[in-house]
């Protein structure tokens, strides 16, 4: 018996216009257009590196790289190899990112709030220098920066800031803190405090969490921690004879400084201006979202008899920090993927290297892979943590 | 009630203070705040007064005055410097129609170019003859300028609401005109490589933001699109750019490009540095559009399904014109992000605005000026800058509180 469409029942859909089937269709379309592309890109590339003699490949890392970097946190000579050499290029991008990090964070809370303060003066001045900084483009500030430190004066004219910072041709040097022999007998009391302190943080968050009501209890574990540390600060004195850890004051030798840390120019250079360049939007970001805490909050802090101080440790920013934290994520990761700008001021970071290392080798592909592979993990690694802290402080929220 | 509901609201009236009340509100609230405002006022009248005496003192502006043509052109052939000036004319020209048939934003900009090029003009004036070259035709051009723009405002003031579509089409029309008459026909093209200057950077900027757009729509579009492949492709497309810096973008552009074509195939510099700057771009404004595309209530999508409207339709007509129209500010924010970020082409080695200050300040004839002149090139060169990124910020601004968007 022949099989009928039942009387009522339209007819089957004809494939072109049902729309699963176009879904497919349109992908299957789309992915052989893609994958056409890439391969015809790469054929002819492949085509072309083979005529040169140049195919891929990673062999070249483990040949000695035989250039001079500047300056490496890790001891570095031209005969180490270039995987060795692109290390440092990554650990020298790193080492400029997170201090830059953490000084145009605190740049830019400055900044932020200084927007929002009452004294008209420097609500002012801290508006012109945001106007300022943020309209310019970032290079030319560095190459700015770069061109002021190569002006400074010799070595042995330093200008000096009380002697403890020392502005010079060849970078900047710091006094900085040093551990002297006897910093063995103060470990026992930095470990005491840490102990003692951590001990009465739980001790108190397990109260405030029997009695069921909110209280402080992190400034007054800083604050025991310290008092320890302190006393053993000057136990140590007593009993050895010198302190734990003295300032390094930078003493001028016939070469140069000895003692303090120095700077290379160029190192300097690209932090300053990174950090001056980020804090400025970190800045706007800490102001719209103190700003964006709705008023009510501010009010009924204030009407049940919260100090101002309180009304923003406890009210404002706990809210403020939620709205805040995400766009700060992203000045973080631009001001990483900035700092690739060092090549043009002569910073050996990880995209100079690898640039010295393409010119020398000619591997084109297999250097750009590399550099663009660190760019996003050291991306990834900084939103993973950013992403981790974010939903913790989500947390908060009933 | 209904009376009070049609009469336009009036503004609360501000109570008046005095001088003195204001600065005991403003600056001397209390002793913290008297004492920051003591410091801050010494502070600032120490920082203006040394900056207005080296700029009244330094002898390092003639690295700029004598080196004007190499800031705004680069090494564009000095008999062929009508080509810009005559596009500039022609931006002039729909500058001022556009301010007359728009008023509000264009007429403050186009009003604010004129003035611009007058005082420009002016101060060309007060210039030694020997360092405006050629004198006649600078100053001719100036003025020139200005006066094209305010004719311009003047045709277009009445009933110039009728050339609203024209002078949108003059518009889009403007960019390959301009690239035509920069370049040049037939035998006496003028290569990319002697363009420089102010001039590169804003083809670069431009380029890239009318090139990157549709990019940007598409990318957007596909990445909320319900068909897995896609949707794959430009989320890592996006991420993937996202990720890394754009001097290895335009690194790889300059260096993998040539590879990647078949080698008749030449592709000089600056179309190198376009396409980099435009697939950079094009991720950026993905994610904005995206963040527009989401602001759109679901309600808007069935009713048109409902109507009877198809993907592409509802695409088309209801989602993407109130999505781009709410995210036009930070569109704004993105092109002057580009406009900024044009100057790490001087990394591959084209010499933009920022390229023509380095090629000016390191040239060896200011060794005998104590200090060199960068400090003088970099104040010029950056104030060109902030004066093009300041405009479009406050423009932005001006449309989001006009259109009443940019809330998401």
């Known amino acids: 018996m022949a099989v009928t469409t039942p009387p009522g029942q339209p007819a089957r859909i004809p494939f072109y216009r049902d729309t699963r089937i176009i879904a497919i269709i349109v992908q299957v379309v789309f992915a052989l257009v893609v994958i056409g592309t890439l391969w015809f890109l790469y054929s002819t590339m492949m085509d072309g590196l083979r005529r040169a003699n140049l195919l891929p490949s990673f062999a070249f890392l483990r040949q000695p790289a035989s250039f001079p970097i500047s300056e490496s946190p890790i001891p570095y000579d031209p005969s180490r190899t270039y995987a060795y050499a692109f290390l440092v290029g990554v650990l020298n991008t790193l080492r400029v990112a997170s201090i830059g990090i953490v000084l145009a964070t605190i740049l830019g809370i400055v900044l932020g709030i200084a927007r929002l303060s009452n004294n008209w003066l420097l609500r002012n001045i801290a508006t012109v220098y945001v106007e300022i900084v943020r309209n310019v483009p970032l290079l030319l500030q560095l190459f700015f920066w770069y061109a002021m430190s190569q002006a400074f004066p010799r070595v042995q004219e330093a200008i000096s800031f009380g002697g403890l910072l020392f502005l010079h041709n060849r970078g900047v040097t710091i006094a900085w803190p040093r551990a002297n022999d006897d910093f063995g007998a103060w470990a026992p009391w930095l470990w005491a405090g840490l102990i003692a302190g951590v001990g009465f943080y739980i001790a108190r968050r397990i109260q405030f969490a029997r009695r069921d009501r909110p209280g402080v209890a992190l400034p007054w574990a800083l604050l025991i921690a310290a008092a320890i540390a302190l006393l053993g600060f000057v136990v140590t004195r007593v009993i050895a004879g010198q302190w734990p850890v003295t300032l390094e004051i930078p003493e001028l030798q016939r070469f140069g400084f000895s003692g303090g840390i120095t700077m290379t120019t160029n190192f300097a250079a690209l932090l300053f201006g990174l950090v001056i360049y980020t804090a400025t939007f970190i800045g706007e970001i800490v102001r719209s979202g103190i700003q964006a805490v709705n008023k009510g909050q501010r009010e009924a802090a204030r009407a049940l008899g919260l100090t101002n101080a309180q009304t923003l440790r406890l009210v404002i920013f706990p809210q403020a920090l939620r709205i805040i934290i995400p766009p700060m994520t992203s000045q973080y990761l631009n001001l990483t993927k900035n700092s690739s700008l060092a090549v043009a001021i002569g910073f050996p970071d990880l995209f100079a290297v690898a640039g010295t290392t393409l010119n020398q080798t000619g591997q084109a592909v297999p250097v750009i892979l590399m550099v663009m592979a660190s760019y996003l993990s050291i991306s990834l690694l900084t939103s993973l943590l950013m992403n981790w802290y974010n939903k913790r402080m989500q947390l908060v929220e009933r | ?408």
Do not use: H
């Open chain 2, 1 to 408: 009630m209904a009376t009070e509901a049609s009469q336009p609201r009036a503004r609360a009236p501000r109570p008046s203070i005095g001088v003195l009340e204001w600065l005991r509100q403003n600056l001397f609230s209390n002793w913290w705040n008297t004492l920051l405002s003591i410091v801050l006022l010494f502070l600032v009248f120490q920082a203006l007064s040394g900056l207005l005496r080296w700029v009244v003192t330094t002898e390092g502006w003639i690295g700029v005055t004598s080196n004007v043509r190499l800031l705004l052109v680069g090494r564009y052939p000095p008999d062929q410097i009508w080509r810009p000036e005559l596009v500039v004319g022609l931006i002039a020209v729909l500058l001022g129609l556009s301010g007359g048939a728009w008023r509000g934003i264009p007429l403050v900009l186009a009003v604010g170019f004129s003035v611009a090029m007058a005082v420009l003009g002016l101060l060309s004036l007060a210039l030694p003859p020997d360092q405006v070259q050629p004198v006649f035709s600078t100053r001719l051009f100036l003025f020139g300028v200005a006066a094209l723009t305010a004719l311009g405002l003047a045709a277009a003031w009445r009933g110039g609401s009728r050339l609203r579509w024209p002078l949108v089409a003059g518009w889009i029309l403007l960019y390959p005109v301009a690239v035509l008459i920069l370049r040049g026909v037939g035998e006496a093209t003028i290569g990319t490589n002697l363009w420089g200057g102010l001039m590169l950077t804003m083809i670069l900027a431009i380029s890239g933001i009318v090139l990157s757009f549709p990019l940007g729509v598409l990318l957007a579009l596909g990445r909320r699109s319900n068909l897995p492949v896609i949707k794959w492709f430009c989320v890592a497309y996006i991420e993937l750019i996202r990720g890394v810096p754009l001097v290895t973008v335009l690194f790889m552009a300059s260096l993998m490009l040539p590879l990647f074509l078949p080698a008749e195939v030449r592709v000089d510099a600056v179309v190198r540095a376009i396409v980099a700057v435009t697939l950079f771009s094009a991720a950026y404004l993905a994610e904005n559009v995206r963040g527009g595309l989401q602001a759109i209530p679901r309600g808007q999508v069935e009713a048109a399904r409902a109507l009877g409207l198809n993907v592409v339709q509802t695409t088309l007509l209801i989602t993407l014109p109130q999505a781009l129209r709410a995210v036009i500010p930070v569109l704004v924010g993105q092109f002057i992000a580009l406009f900024k970020d044009t100057s790490l082409v001087v990394i591959i080695g084209l010499m933009d605005l920022l390229g023509a200050a380095q090629a000016i300040y390191t040239q060896p004839q200011w060794l005998g000026i104590p200090g060199g002149v960068w400090r003088e090139t970099f104040f010029v060169v950056a104030g060109i800058y902030w004066i093009f990124s300041f405009t479009m910020s406050r423009t932005a601004r001006q449309i989001e509180t006009n259109l009443n968007v940019g809330k998401l």
